[in-house]
Antibody
């Protein structure tokens, strides 16, 4: 059974950084394509970025609103996916989900990031 | 960038109704589209992948069709459990704005 467990959310001030983790079991992240998706309070789903499997070169793509501020990476030894978020803005406040790609057959439970002064 | 436009944003329907939601892409995306259902306070769940393939355990009253730039999600006979918000998603890109299916 595949399980994805996000962690690392919390309350930060504008301009600060935060790193989210997504620990996987039942799935080898190095062999998987993975998405990060977020959902602001009361709003719709927003794609954040995607990392392809190592066999596809590990190519990473980002949505325009987060490009140059967010970085997706993974640690093969820990089977964990990361989302490094820098220069956070109030509009980054959302629940952040990791999920399989291209389509989200498996989703984590989400972790809440609140950016507020 | 390819953008996804979903309609309607809200849909009022009764149990037993046939419901159709449309998603349009600004460019050809072949069949690289998924549909999700989300209930309040819950994690979204996969309904359809590759535009027309039913996800595991998804009831057969749900179906997806389309390719290229126009796609539809159809619920053949709406059930109480189906009142939720539905999203289309282009792989590796935009989600549609969502369609909230409400009780009429």
């Amino acid at each position: 059974e595949v399980q994805l467990v996000e962690s690392g959310g919390g309350l930060v001030k504008p301009g600060e950084s935060l790193r989210l983790s997504c620990a996987a079991s039942g799935l080898t992240l190095n062999d998987a394509w993975m998405n990060w998706v977020r959902q602001a309070p009361g709003k719709g789903l927003e794609w954040v970025g995607r990392i392809k499997s190592q066999s596809y070169g590990g190519t990473i793509e980002y949505a325009a609103p987060v490009k140059d501020r967010f970085t997706i990476s993974r640690d093969h030894s820990k089977n964990t996916l990361f989302l490094q978020m820098n220069s956070l803005k109030t509009e980054d406040t959302a629940v952040y989900y990791c999920l399989t790609a291209d389509y989200g057959k498996y989703w984590g439970q989400g972790t809440l990031v609140t950016v507020s002064s | 960038d390819i953008h996804m436009t979903q309609s309607p944003s809200t849909l009022s329907a009764s149990v037993g109704d046939r419901v159709t939601i449309t998603c349009r892409a600004t460019e050809n995306i072949n069949k690289w589209l998924a549909w999700y259902q989300q209930k309040p306070g819950k994690v979204p769940s996969l309904l359809i992948y590759d535009a027309s393939n039913l996800g595991d355990g998804v009831p057969s009253r749900f179906s997806g069709s389309g390719s290229g730039t126009e796609f539809t999600l159809t619920i053949s006979s709406l059930q109480t459990d189906d009142f939720a918000t539905y999203y289309c998603h282009k792989y590796g890109g935009d989600f549609g704005q969502g369609t909230k299916v409400e009780i009429k």
